[in-house]
């Protein structure tokens, strides 16, 4: 009977000490990535947040998106830096809309989706 009490509890000291390994050493790697370009980063944001750039504010915006004509403006609006690239079909599904990204020659480049309740996008091609 002893022998079983003191291989449990070695069982539950090498479960925690691993436990406390596992914490320990992925800790870095939950953290939030600084912004490079902005040495102000830190004192805004210390808790991570999005690097303001020209695209900073419409990825992962948080704003409910209603419509297939909201979605189009966000799409719009994220996707003016590249001139030539034009929204087609927008396709409205349960949690997101769906929406063809096409170049100038009308060739399909990419397949968005805009989150309805984030107003995040993301390809799905």
């Known amino acids: ?19 406390v390994s596992i914490i320990v050493l992925t800790f870095p790697a939950l953290a939030q ?18 690097c303001p750039g020209p695209r ?16 189009e403006k966000i799409l719009k609006e994220y996707f003016l830096p590249y001139g ?3 929204i087609g079909n927008i396709r409205e599904r349960r949690w997101f809309f769906e929406a063809d990204i096409k170049d100038k020659n009308n060739n399909l480049i990419d397949i968005v989706i805009v989150d309805k309740r984030t107003g995040r996008i993301r390809s799905i091609y």
């Open 33 to 50: 990535p600084m912004c490079p370009d902005c040495p102000e980063w830190r004192e805004r944001a210390p808790y991570g947040d999005y």
């Open 1 to 19: 009977m002893v022998g079983l009490f003191s291989m449990a509890k070695k069982l539950v000291i090498m479960s925690l000490l691993i436990t």
């Open 56 to 71: 900073w504010g419409w990825y992962g915006a948080k704003k409910t998106v209603r419509t297939a004509d909201e979605a």
């Open 84 to 86: 030539d690239v034009k």
